[in-house]
Nanobody, 120 residues
Framework: QVQLVESGGGQVQAGGSLRLTCSGS?????MAWFRQAPGKEREIVAG????????YYADSVKDRFTISMDNIKTTIYLDMNSLKPEDTAVYYC????????????????WGQGTQVTVSS
């Protein structure tokens, strides 16, 4: 059983930075960050595969966000820079076997979510 716990959300002004942390994974799982804004579908933000360490970013966050994994591969981070009001959403950490996927339906394990609010 994998229990994921996110932390690090909060309120920040546009242009600011936040770091999200997701702990509770274990070896062998691909990990990803998704987000969901009110009235919108859940969307992929970034993913990282346990096997290769390869990463994926949504176009909307490329060059601003960085996903990384700790050395024992049980915690992932999302460093968010140059935040924009449109980044406001609940951010969720998710895990699935081995590789990351861009589809939320492919993930078996989810955290409870953490709110990120970016004011203009």
């Amino acid at each position: 059983q994998v229990q994921l716990v996110e932390s690090g959300g909060g309120q920040v002004q546009a242009g600011g930075s936040l770091r999200l942390t997701c702990s509770g994974s274990r070896g062998g799982y691909g990990m990803a960050w998704f987000r969901q804004a009110p009235g919108k579908e859940r969307e992929i933000v970034a993913g990282i595969s346990w096997v290769s360490g390869s990463t994926y970013y949504a176009d909307s966050v490329k060059d601003r966000f960085t996903i990384s994994m700790d050395n024992i591969k049980t915690t992932i981070y999302l460093d968010m820079n140059s935040l924009k009001p449109e980044d406001t959403a609940v951010y969720y950490c998710a895990a699935r076997a081995l590789t990351a996927s861009t589809s939320p339906q492919d993930y078996a394990y989810w955290g409870q979510g953490t709110q990120v609010t970016v004011s203009s």
